[in-house]
Nanobody, 120 residues
Framework: QVQLVESGGGLVQPGGSLRLSCAASESIFSINAMGWYRQAPGKERELVARILNAGSTNYADSVKGRFTISRDIAKNTVYLQMNSLKPEDTAVYYC??????????????WGQGTQVTVSS
């Protein structure tokens, strides 16, 4: 069981920046993928950014060029740097850990979520 604790959300004006942090209870190097998802009111949860064990990254088209996912393996922490924030980025952001065991069994672990509100 991987425990994830997010921090760094808050209220920011359009065009501003925030950095989210996700601290894991065990080595993130042992986890196949770490990601950030978000869910806005009335919408489904969507992938924002993901970093794979080997270090490659994926981003939703809507955040490419504005958001950056990174990790500090020594601190078991994943970050999401969000720049040029827009009102449509407003959502609850969730950290995710995706683990594959024996090449067949997949497990997803979630943090409690952190609210990001972009508004003037």
């Amino acid at each position: 069981q991987v425990q994830l604790v997010e921090s760094g959300g808050g209220l920011v004006q359009p065009g501003g920046s925030l950095r989210l942090s996700c601290a894991a209870s065990e080595s993130i190097f042992s986890i196949n993928a770490m990601g950030w998802y978000r869910q806005a009111p009335g919408k489904e949860r969507e992938l924002v950014a993901r970093i794979l064990n080997a270090g490659s990254t994926n981003y939703a088209d809507s955040v490419k060029g504005r958001f950056t996912i990174s990790r500090d393996i020594a601190k078991n922490t994943v970050y999401l740097q969000m720049n040029s924030l827009k009102p449509e980025d407003t959502a609850v952001y969730y950290c995710n850990a995706h683990r594959v065991v024996a090449g067949a069994y997949e497990y997803d672990y979630w943090g409690q979520g952190t609210q990001v509100t972009v508004s003037s």
